[in-house]
Structure formats: C-alpha cells, structure tokens
Nanobody, 123 residues
Framework: QVQLVESGGGLVQAGGSPRISCAAS????????VGWFRQAPGKREFVAAV???????DYADSVKGRFIISRDNAKNTVYLQMNSLKPDDTAVYYC?????????????????WGQGTQVTVSS
C-alpha cells in the first residue's frame, strides 16, 4: 500500500512558478503511474499524470504548455512545476497513484490519494 504526501503549496502571485511535490512511501513506487488532480469548489479534475517509468506524460488542456509533471523514482517523488499561474488555478492539489503503466484521467481510476496541498493564486 502506498502512502502519498503533498507539499509545496501556498499563496502565489499570478504569473508565479511554484513547484509542488508528492512523496511516496510504503510500496514499489516505480510500479505506479502517478497523477495530479485539483479541486476548487466543485468537482475534482485531472491535471497531469506521468507513467511509472517517467517517460510518458499527459496533461489537461487547461494546463498544457504551462505545467510540467516529472518524477524521480530514486527519491520516490513526483513533482508538478506550475508556470504562468492564473487565479483560475487556485485549488487544492492532490496526487494520486495507480498500479501499472496506463495514464488515465478519471478520479476513480486511482487507488491511492494524498491529503492535498492548497495553492492560492492572487491577482
């Protein structure tokens, strides 16, 4: 069983470029595809995901070209570099993991979740 802990959120000005992290423990991290989701008031939405070996990624259209997901399996950590932030990016950001190599975008496709980290973008 994998435990996930997010960190690095906070208050950021519009246009800023913070990086948030997701540290994993308790499992063979390299065997999991990891995704980032976010939730403003309302439904949780897919942001990005990276395949277990790290070579393949996918992004929501709303963040494509601005966010970069990466992973360091030696450190059991996945990162989300967020660039050119907008107030609409304000949300609680969650990382999630699923066994296997497929990148899927549904909330129900992921088995393990972190507690989330708040990112607030001020205009």
């Amino acid at each position: 069983q994998v435990q996930l802990v997010e960190s690095g959120g906070g208050l950021v000005q519009a246009g800023g470029s913070p990086r948030i992290s997701c540290a994993a423990s308790g499992g063979t991290f390299s065997g999991y595809t990891v995704g980032w989701f976010r939730q403003a008031p309302g439904k949780r939405e897919f942001v990005a995901a990276v395949r277990r070996a790290g070579g393949v990624t996918d992004y929501a259209d709303s963040v494509k070209g601005r966010f970069i997901i990466s992973r360091d399996n030696a450190k059991n950590t996945v990162y989300l570099q967020m660039n050119s932030l907008k107030p609409d990016d304000t949300a609680v950001y969650y990382c999630a993991a699923r066994p296997g190599y497929r990148i899927l975008m549904g909330e129900s496709d992921y088995d393990y979740w972190g507690q989330g980290t708040q990112v607030t973008v001020s205009s």
